[in-house]
């Protein structure tokens, strides 16, 4: 391999194992300085290129797939349902028949996504947090919500067990955690637009509920759905707005 | 050389006895983060840019059943996303910034890196006639060789290499790095 030949070689692939290629450059020190210029800009050009990726990223193509698959089963078992509701309504003469499956999905909005996968994945992070006897829990929440939200409060709960302001995701808001018969349960308290509608998902292993509040939204993560039903009742009673 | 296609062989045999989602989330844990500094690249939009990986993730979800060996994972994501962006943009007509539109302060909001010099660098990619900066976007930003970017652009192994000479020629030259008379075209002298 010439020097001509070797040049061409580097512009194309620069990283070439050929061994023509790596004993030329070996012996030449013109064409070794040559190809590290060109590795140099690639590298360059690479680093211009960089950005950081969302934190949420990976959570979120997880989610929205998920979210697809799910509103595919509904919307089967819903064809299933109307069809089974056109030929009963065809063999009862007229009969009028309910859907017994439920209402149909409405569509997610990508809100709910986030939402849910930012905090999802801060839980994920952060498996264990710390266990704090209920008055400092309490007076803690209080005093970092009078920072992040000032009309908003907590009453007593007396299974709270921690909270802190976190940022999750692209969002920030309150990470606080109460203590339930199945484990604990993470509620997150987000400023912001508040999404359309209450929606409960299943995932990676979690129930969620995304519900719109005053001033944001709240969610409300657990193992299982009893846990976050229960949940949503204490906060129901004890978050206080003051407007 | 042994052990690489020893673990390749290992890699295959794990990646046949994986179920459906474990395949799915390794996709997504190797390929996301590449894929998403290459769709931010293309689309200049963040929402845009998770839109489009967005479907395309949805798409290689529906068809993951058709990727047969976990080494062509890459390659195969990107085409899909190639294929949703083209659809997208047929779609949506969105509104590309083209050279003269471009500039530091969007790019820096993006979340680029804002030194002229880096600018200059992107300016400069931009500025390649798109045949030749496809490949070399493919190659610099996804780490892809020269087969595996001629199996996505479906062309051959010679004419990526011939493009890739002639972007980075012309890189150079736009930034002052040569001013050498022509070298030729380069000749594929593998196999």
């Known amino acids: 391999m010439n020097c001509l030949e070797f040049k061409r070689l580097a512009l194309s692939d620069p990283s070439s194992s050929e061994v023509s290629f790596v004993e030329h450059s070996d012996t030449c020190p013109d064409c070794l300085k040559y190809v590290g210029e060109v590795r140099q800009l690639d590298a360059d050009l690479a680093e211009s290129l960089n950005v950081e990726v969302p ?35 065809l063999f009862v003469g007229g009969f009028m028949v309910s859907n017994q499956f439920g209402p149909q999905p ?30 400092r829990a309490e007076r803690t929440v209080n005093t970092l919500m009078a920072s992040y939200d ?24 309150l990470h606080a955690t109460l203590e339930s018969a199945n484990g604990q349960t993470t509620f997150a308290y987000i400023k912001g637009e508040p999404v359309g509608e209450m929606l409960d998902h299943s995932y990676e292993g979690y129930v969620a509920r995304v519900k719109p509040v005053r001033g944001g939204n709240l969610v409300i993560v657990s193992r299982t759905q009893q846990s976050v039903d229960q949940a949503e009742v204490e906060l129901q009673k004890a978050m206080v707005w003051d407007i | ?50 839109d489009v990986m967005q479907e395309a993730f949805l798409r290689a979800w529906k068809s993951l059943d058709s990727l047969r060996e976990a080494k062509a994972a890459k390659g195969w994501l990107f085409t899909i996303f190639r294929r949703e962006h083209a659809r997208q943009f047929e779609r949506k007509q969105f509104q590309y910034k083209d050279v003269e539109s471009m500039d530091s302060i969007a790019d820096a909001q993006m979340g680029y890196d ?18 030749y900066r496809e490949p070399l976007e493919m190659q610099v930003l996804g780490g892809f060789s020269c087969d595996e970017i001629a199996s996505v652009l479906d062309i051959s192994a010679s004419a990526v290499m011939t493009r890739l000479f002639r972007a980075r020629k012309k890189m150079r030259q736009i930034l002052g790095h040569e001013s050498t008379p022509e070298l030729g075209l380069v000749q594929d002298t593998r196999g």
Not at chain 1, 106 to 125: F, M, P, R, T
Not at chain 2, 7 to 18: F, H, R
Request: net charge negative; aromatic share 8%.
């Open chain 1, 55 to 89: 934190t949420d990223l990976k959570a979120r193509l997880k989610l929205a797939t998920e979210m697809q698959e799910e509103s595919e089963q509904r919307s089967s078992i819903s064809r299933y349902a109307i069809a089974a509701s056109v030929a009963i309504a």
């Open chain 1, 106 to 135: 409405g569509e997610i909005g990508k809100d709910y996504q986030k939402l849910l996968a930012a905090v999802v994945e801060h839980v994920n992070e952060q498996p264990m947090t710390p266990v704090w006897g209920n008055a």
């Open chain 1, 150 to 173: 000032p009309s908003l409060s907590f009453n007593e709960i007396e299974n709270l067990q921690f909270g802190r302001i976190c940022p999750m995701g692209k969002y920030r808001g």
């Open chain 2, 1 to 50: 050389m042994t052990n690489q296609s020893n673990e390749t062989g290992e890699d295959q045999v794990n990646y046949d006895d994986m179920n459906k989602n474990r395949k799915y989330a390794l996709l997504i844990e190797a390929h996301s983060q590449d894929l998403y500094k290459y769709a931010l690249w293309l689309c200049k939009d963040k929402a845009m840019a998770e």
């Open chain 2, 114 to 131: 804002d030194r002229p010099e880096a600018f200059a660098l992107r300016n400069a990619l931009v500025r390649l006639p798109q045949e």
